[in-house]
T-cell receptor, first 113, second 113 residues
Framework: GNSVTQMEGPVTLSEEAFLTINCTYT??????LFWYVQYPGEGLQLLLK?????DKGSNKGFEATYRKETTSFHLEKGSVQVSDSAVYFC????????????FGQGTTLQVKP | GAGVSQSPRYKVAKRGQDVALRCDPI?????LFWYQQALGQGPEFLTY????????KSGLPSDRFFAERPEGSVSTLKIQRTQQEDSAVYLC???????????FGPGTRLLVL
């Protein structure tokens, strides 16, 4: 069945460091891929998405590229800020089915000043 | 415009009690999803509605869980005879249709004592 695997956290970085959070997936068909973010005390928010191979999603300085050959969708940011501290979830949606999202377990990012 | 809202935000129930959780989706959104998020985990799919039709309930963990959306707008997730393992955050999401971006509500945190 479809699944998503994220690197385990927590990830602790200093401000302005480079961020990578790895995400790989297993899916039949051609899923859409997403990164959602959950800030402390808030609900899940869509950060970025990509709907087909080689697409790059980007938002707020974050980027992720849909790599079909490696079944990956790694999240990157060149220079993190304290305000980026949150839990990040990678997810896929099987568009041939109901469109339900399948999430990874989440990666906690803590950025220290 | 208004986002997805959920009520109550917090619910404490004694084991064996019935609970009802409400979701108000974004106006005009056809698709509505319920997810369950255990502490420290990613959300897991429970059930999906397209308008008033429940098209997928494969994620409901037992027959104690029941969901409805009678007029194709507001949805209610009901849990009968709650157990301690039902303690989790219950998330509702809506989208214009099943393949579009899902927007999440703030969740209802259920604690069963």
């Amino acid at each position: 069945g479809n699944s998503v695997t994220q690197m385990e956290g927590p990830v602790t970085l200093s401000e302005e460091a480079f961020l990578t959070i790895n995400c790989t997936y297993t899916a039949t068909g051609y899923p859409s891929l997403f990164w959602y973010v959950q800030y402390p005390g808030e609900g899940l928010q869509l950060l970025l998405k990509a709907t087909k191979a080689d697409d790059k999603g980007s938002n707020k300085g974050f980027e992720a590229t849909y790599r079909k050959e490696t079944t990956s969708f790694h999240l990157e940011k060149g220079s993190v800020q304290v305000s980026d501290s949150a839990v990040y979830f990678c997810a896929l949606s099987d568009r041939s089915n109901t469109g339900k999202l399948i999430f990874g377990q989440g990666t906690t990012l803590q950025v220290k000043p | 415009g208004a986002g997805v809202s959920q009520s109550p935000r917090y619910k404490v129930a004694k084991r064996g009690q019935d609970v009802a959780l409400r979701c108000d989706p974004i106006s005009g959104h056809v698709s509505l999803f319920w997810y369950q998020q255990a502490l420290g985990q990613g959300p897991e799919f429970l059930t999906y509605f397209q308008n008033e039709a429940q098209l997928d309930k494969s994620g409901l963990p037992s027959d104690r869980f029941f969901a409805e959306r009678p007029e194709g707008s507001v949805s209610t997730l009901k849990i009968q005879r709650t157990q301690q393992e039902d303690s989790a955050v219950y998330l509702c999401a809506s989208s214009f249709d099943s393949v579009e971006t899902q927007y999440f509500g703030p969740g209802t945190r259920l604690l069963v004592l």
